[in-house]
């Protein structure tokens, strides 16, 4: 069954970075691109971008341009977002999200559990 | 960027009821509209994909429709494990989300 397995929970302080791993297994993981969104505590949803696994090309939210990073190691099957200065404001569960891949639709159908990332002094 | 705008932000049901849930978009988006369904402490789950189709699994009481600025999701009969809070997203221009709809217990 298709799983999406993220890292835990981190506490950072303002200006830091944070890298948080989003492991795939059940299917092949070069084959759907994979989406990140974060969630402010009590808030709504927020997209930061996608990477094509295949070929490692992305594209960032023009929000956090300039301060995501997104990566894959396709040996291990495994996306990874990189989030740089970060604030107070950053505090989310961060999810990494398999988009199905219907056509030209960009549709989530498989999610990670969550990380939660705390910045705080 | 498309602004995606639910209403009502919070609702209150009885079990059985029929619930409608409504996101307009500041632009045409077609049909590039998704329904999510997200319970506390998970990760939404995937109702509605391309405005009306149903992703396999979830029950047909759920329902969407609608193309260009207005959309809906309905619930038929609403069932105690569908209190949630739902989002809807458009993938039509970058991507954006509904800031959300609560439906409570009445």
């Known amino acids: 069954q298709v799983q999406l397995l993220q890292s835990g929970a981190e506490v950072k302080k303002p200006g830091a970075s944070v890298k948080v791993s989003c492991k795939a297994s059940g299917y092949t993981f070069t084959d759907y691109y994979i989406h990140w969104v974060r969630q402010a505590p009590g808030q709504g949803l927020e997209w930061l971008g996608w990477i094509n696994p295949n070929s490692g090309g992305t594209n960032y939210a023009q929000n956090f341009q300039g301060r995501v990073t997104m990566t894959r190691d396709t040996s291990i099957s495994t996306a990874y977002m990189n989030l740089s200065g970060l604030r107070f404001d950053d505090t989310a569960v961060y999810f990494c999200?398999?988009?199905?891949?219907?056509?030209?639709?960009?549709?989530?159908?498989?999610w990670g559990q969550g990380t939660l990332v705390t910045v705080s002094s | 960027d498309i602004q995606m705008t639910q209403s009502p932000s919070s609702l209150s049901a009885s079990v059985g009821d029929r619930v409608t849930i409504t996101c307009r978009a500041s632009q045409s988006i077609a049909s590039y509209l998704n329904w999510y369904q997200q319970k506390p402490g998970k990760p939404p789950k995937l109702l509605i994909y391309a405005a009306s189709s149903l992703q396999i699994g979830v029950p047909s009481r759920f329902s969407g429709s609608g193309s260009g600025t207005d959309f809906t999701l309905t619930i038929t009969s609403l069932q105690p494990e569908d209190f949630a809070t739902y989002y809807c997203q458009q993938s039509y221009s970058s991507l954006t989300f509904g800031g959300g709809t609560k439906v409570e217990i009445k």
């Open positions: 999200a398999r988009n199905s891949g219907r056509g030209g639709f960009v549709d989530f159908d498989y």
